[in-house]
């Protein structure tokens, strides 16, 4: 069965960095478009970035350009999230997605249980 | 960029009533849109994709329509496990419906 397995999430300071990653099995992670999508407490749901299934094709939400950058290893059916220059607005629970389509607005139909990172001083 | 207005925020209904839960696009998005309903604690789950679509195991008591840029979410007849909050989206979410049993 499909299964998304996310870590890497934890407790960070203002401007530190952390490295998200998503394990895939289940499916040919190859084959599809893949998103990370988050979750502030208590707030709703934010799609964050979505990478195409080779990796030639990314986006980015105004909130997060600059600062973090998606990307996969087909080879280890992983999906990363490298996040730099952390603020406290980005506290959430990072959640992998998979995408059914090649458009965003395909959704989402697989998703992971979500890992927290929390950023504060 | 395209916003997602979902309404209500919450709600409140008996076991058995018909819910209803809207959503409108700020732009046409033709039927490019999704429903999602998450329980606490838990991650969201795909119910309805291309606004009408009922993705595979979702009960029949769920249903969606619409196009262009006004959609509806419908559940039939409400259960005790449809507690959840709600999501519209198409390529980014609607602001959640809070579903509550009266």
């Known amino acids: 069965q499909v299964q998304l397995v996310e870590s890497g999430g934890g407790l960070v300071k203002p401007g530190g960095s952390l490295r998200l990653s998503c394990a895939a099995s289940?499916?040919?992670?190859?084959?599809?478009?893949m998103s990370w999508i988050r979750q502030a407490p208590g707030k709703g749901l934010e799609w964050v970035s979505y990478?195409?299934?080779?990796?030639?094709?990314?986006y980015y939400a105004d909130s997060v350009k600059g600062r973090f950058t998606i990307s996969r290893d087909n080879a280890k059916n992983s999906l990363y999230l490298q996040m730099n220059s952390l603020r406290a607005e980005d506290t959430a629970v990072y959640y992998c997605?998979?995408?059914?389509?090649?458009?965003?607005?395909?959704?989402?139909?697989?998703w992971g249980q979500g890992t927290l990172v929390t950023v504060s001083s | 960029d395209i916003q997602m207005t979902q309404s209500p925020s919450s709600l409140s209904a008996s076991v058995g009533d018909r819910v209803t839960i809207t959503c409108q696009a700020s732009?046409?998005?033709?039927?490019?849109l999704n429903w999602y309903q998450q329980k606490p604690g838990k991650a969201p789950k795909l119910l309805i994709y291309?606004?009408?679509n009922l993705e595979t195991g979702v009960p029949s008591r769920f249903s969606g329509s619409g196009s262009g840029t006004d959609f509806t979410f419908t559940i039939s007849s409400l259960q005790p496990e449809d507690i959840a909050t709600y999501y519209c989206?198409?390529?980014?979410f609607g602001g959640g419906t809070k579903v509550e049993i009266k």
């Open positions: 997605a998979r995408s059914p389509g090649e458009l965003l607005s395909s959704g989402f139909d697989y």
């Open positions: 289940g499916f040919t992670f190859s084959d599809y478009y």
């Open positions: 990478i195409s299934s080779s990796g030639s094709t990314i």
């Open positions: 732009q046409d998005i033709s039927n490019y």
């Open positions: 291309d606004a009408s």
């Open positions: 989206q198409h390529l980014t």
